[in-house]
């Protein structure tokens, strides 16, 4: 089984509005409303590739309800703290006409001391009477919680011997590398808030991840947007270049790149089959309306025309 924690769940809704603008009367063409937030998008995607998945986070009200219900109703195990606020609502606005995405996040509940403390007790709990074989970290926390969280939560796992996959950016992302995640999947945004400064495509995110592989992680994954991904471990680095596609909608394809990662890691697939494998879901990820609800049969229509290169 592998443990996914989404500290921010949300209730998404994503809206298909032509000629979107601010300040008019719109009506939409299609809509989609499911539970959300990075580690959910991620167990999604898992459980569309056939693995057994719990999810844990933070859940209040009326659209916490909502969340447990639908990860249910997905066959996925929730795990969750019960937290006296609301969980947040989170509206994406597709306009293909135009091809611009309008979001718009709430910031999240306010996690209480107790309920942070019943956070780290229940991974705890998790790690030490479920058969978890990997960890997935994914997104933002709400408020309340500390930058250290992530950290602590990877100290535990390594403790109890299970590998992490860690998607975060900013201060969750700094605090949590001296912990070890065993792979991190930054952006080249993320990368260059991390390191301080630009790095170039494909020499300086080379060099960057392969600073950050020096102090433990053992694989480093940047995205870089349309021209797919690079990936760097202490025995190489490679670029990951995508299929051509028509694009409907990017978000989300992180999460699907984490997802399909973690699904090849735990079927025991050569490191770059693995690659190919994320890199062609977050493919099919943004030909699709919907975060992480393209299946199987459309990431392996995508591999052949996803290559892989080494890089020197």
Known sequence: MILVLCC??????????????????????????????????????????????????????????????????????????????????????????????????EAGPLISPNELRQMVRLWKRVLAQTDISIAVISGSTPRGVPDTLYHDLIALAHQAGIPVVLDAHDAL??????????????????????????????????????????????????????????????????MVEPAQIEVVSPVGSGDAMVAALVAATAERLPLPERLKWAVAAGTANAATFGASVCDRAAIEALLDDTSLTPLD
């Not at 990368?191 to 102090?215: I, R």
């Open 173 to 238: 992302l700094a605090h949590a590398i001296p912990a070890q995640p065993t792979t991190i999947t930054p952006n080249i945004s993320e990368l260059q808030t991390l390191v301080n400064g630009p790095v170039s495509v494909p020499q300086g995110v080379q060099e960057a991840a392969g600073e950050l592989v020096e102090a433990g992680i053992e694989l480093v994954l940047t995205s870089i947007g349309p021209r797919g991904a690079i990936a760097v471990t202490e025995s190489g680095s490679w």
């Open 8 to 105: 921010n769940a949300a209730m998404d809704r994503t809206y298909q509005v032509d000629h979107f603008r601010a300040g008019g009367f719109h009506q939409t063409s299609q809509f989609r409303v499911a539970a959300g937030g990075k580690g959910i998008n991620v167990a999604r995607m898992l459980r569309n590739l056939g693995q057994e998945v719990m999810v844990s986070g933070f859940s209040g009200g009326m659209i916490g309800r909502f969340i447990l219900t639908d990860l249910r109703n997905y066959e996925m195990k929730p795990a969750f703290v019960q937290i006296a606020e609301e969980s947040r609502l989170c509206q994406n606005f597709i306009d293909s006409v135009n091809h611009t995405e309008t979001r718009v996040d």
